[in-house]
């Protein structure tokens, strides 16, 4: 049968060794099995889930002319760092130019199968967030606006129907009745680049807001130690919120206390990586402005002072959020699957589970480093996974 076969490997979560089958592109069994040689430190977790990606190795998602080649080309990149699902992410731009990119967007989904294999949804990450300096990050000032239920549905239009996720700033004129449209129409409403108050907090969550984009970040360098987005959003137990654990944008110290606060099913891992990831270091032009990518990984707006997306593969954050947490491997993948595929209800996918599909990542992990061995998606082998 197609999209068959098995795999053997110690389990992600319970560190024993396991035979999974898959058949027809669905996970069939999972048998425990007597250790062996062979087996010794390779792991099988289930593909990691992406909540927000700007674009890889070259290839922006923003840019509408984007062929669907090229696209594929960033999800095979994307698949062999582990990442099985993702949610192209698009900010903040001119309202024509966010037309083209989700026409461009969903003629990719409707031409390439393995691309509408991977991606569950479009992620628009603005353009309704905060103006004030510091809270709306790298995103274009100009063209930052008040939330329309009009023009978003032009959006969603041009997109035929795939955007799943907005992030929007709870504080803007017109937000609350926004959040509550779009959470009739089922898409999950995050709360991110936004100066907003507790008070609005805790309004667009009771009218359905769940997530928390890269909470910590989309906020000012300087805040009032008292009243300032992100105690609210760590007190709200009914926000999830996304982390970016790439050693540049939150602080150990930072991801250790979001992970407690929030405890270890209800905080998510993204990478927010954007076209930059695996380019040489140097100064580029992004979003119209100036930025540098320094040998570290760090990507700088340095006349605005604030980061311009990151540059490293999701597992890094996996391997960081052990290292920084003292989370097991289990607790930390579970960040970037499990708790992904229930906040996003992606709910075919996510654990290693009969009946969920076959998206399975085979790999090691020395010193907090995830290196990806194999990948399959919807039972296929799909590459031979990174080289580190
Ligand atoms: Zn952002």
């Given at each position: 049968?197609?999209?068959?076969?098995?795999?053997?490997?110690?389990?992600?979560?319970?560190?024993?060794p396991?035979?999974?089958k898959f058949?027809g592109?669905?996970?069939?069994?999972?048998?425990?099995i007597p250790?062996s040689?062979e087996l010794n430190d390779?792991?099988?977790?289930p593909?990691?889930i992406d909540n927000?990606i700007?674009?890889y190795?070259?290839?922006?998602f923003?840019d509408?002319?984007a062929?669907?080649?090229?696209?594929?080309?960033?999800?095979?990149a994307i698949?062999?760092?582990?990442?099985?699902?993702?949610?192209?992410t698009?900010i903040?731009?001119?309202h024509?130019?966010l037309?083209?990119?989700?026409?461009?967007?969903?003629?990719?989904?409707?031409?390439?199968?393995?691309?509408?294999?991977s991606v569950?949804?479009f992620?628009?990450?603005?353009?309704?967030?905060?103006?004030?300096?510091?809270y709306y990050?790298?995103?274009?000032?100009?063209?930052i606006r008040k939330?329309?239920w009009d023009e978003?549905m032009q959006?969603q239009?041009a997109?035929?129907?795939?955007?799943?996720?907005v992030?929007?700033c709870?504080?803007?004129e017109?937000?609350?009745?926004?959040?509550?449209?779009?959470?009739r129409?089922n898409?999950i409403?995050?709360?991110?680049?936004t100066n907003?108050?507790?008070?609005q907090?805790?309004e667009?969550?009771?009218?359905g807001?769940?997530l928390?984009?890269h909470?910590g970040?989309?906020?000012?360098?300087?805040?009032d130690?008292?009243r300032?987005?992100?105690?609210p959003q760590?007190?709200?137990?009914?926000?999830?919120?996304s982390i970016?654990?790439?050693?540049?944008h939150?602080?150990?110290?930072?991801v250790?206390?979001?992970?407690?606060?929030?405890?270890p099913r209800?905080?998510?891992?993204?990478?927010?990586?954007?076209?930059?990831?695996?380019?040489d270091?140097?100064n580029?032009?992004?979003?119209?402005?100036?930025?540098?990518?320094s040998?570290?990984g760090l990507?700088?707006n340095?006349?605005l002072?604030?980061l311009a997306?990151?540059?490293f593969p999701?597992r890094n954050g996996?391997?960081?959020?052990?290292k920084?947490?003292?989370?097991s491997m289990?607790?930390?993948i579970?960040?970037?699957t499990r708790n992904?595929?229930?906040a996003?209800r992606?709910?075919?996918r996510g654990?290693?589970?009969p009946g969920?599909?076959?998206?399975?990542i085979i790999f090691?992990?020395?010193?907090?480093?995830?290196?990806i061995?194999?990948?399959?998606?919807n039972g296929?082998?799909?590459?031979?996974g990174?080289?580190?």
């Open positions: 049968m197609e999209r068959s076969g098995e795999v053997s490997a110690i389990h992600y979560e319970t560190g024993k396991v035979r999974i058949r592109g669905l996970i069939a069994s999972v048998n425990e250790m040689e390779v792991f099988v977790a593909g990691l927000q700007n674009g190795r070259g290839v922006d923003s509408p002319a062929a669907t080649g090229k696209i594929r080309m960033a999800v095979d698949r062999a760092d582990g990442v099985t699902t993702f949610f192209p698009v903040t731009g001119p024509d130019k037309v083209k990119v989700f026409r461009n967007l969903a003629r990719a989904l409707q031409e390439d199968e393995e691309v509408r294999t569950a949804g992620h628009l990450e603005g353009p309704y967030i905060s103006p004030e300096t510091g990050g790298c995103h274009p000032f100009e063209f939330p329309s978003f959006y239009d997109a035929a129907g795939n955007i799943r996720q992030t929007v709870p504080g803007a017109g937000a609350m009745d926004f959040i509550g449209r779009c959470v129409q898409i409403v995050s709360i991110g680049h907003a108050s507790a008070d907090i805790m667009a969550a009771d009218r807001a769940r928390s984009t909470l970040n989309g906020c000012a360098n300087l805040i130690r008292h300032n987005p992100i105690w760590l007190a709200c137990d009914l926000l999830t919120p970016i654990a790439d050693g540049h939150l602080l150990p110290e930072e250790r206390v979001f992970c407690k606060v929030k405890g209800n905080i998510i891992l993204v990478s927010d990586v954007t076209h930059f990831i695996g380019m270091p140097g580029y032009v992004f979003l119209g402005s100036d930025i540098v990518l040998a570290d990507i700088k340095p006349v002072n604030c997306g990151a540059s999701l996996v391997g960081n959020v052990m920084f947490t003292g989370y289990g607790e930390a579970d960040l970037a992904v595929s229930a996003c992606i709910t075919d654990s290693l589970e969920k599909r076959a998206d399975l090691q992990m020395e010193d907090y480093r995830m290196s061995k194999k990948v399959i998606v296929k082998d799909n590459s031979s990174s080289k580190n």
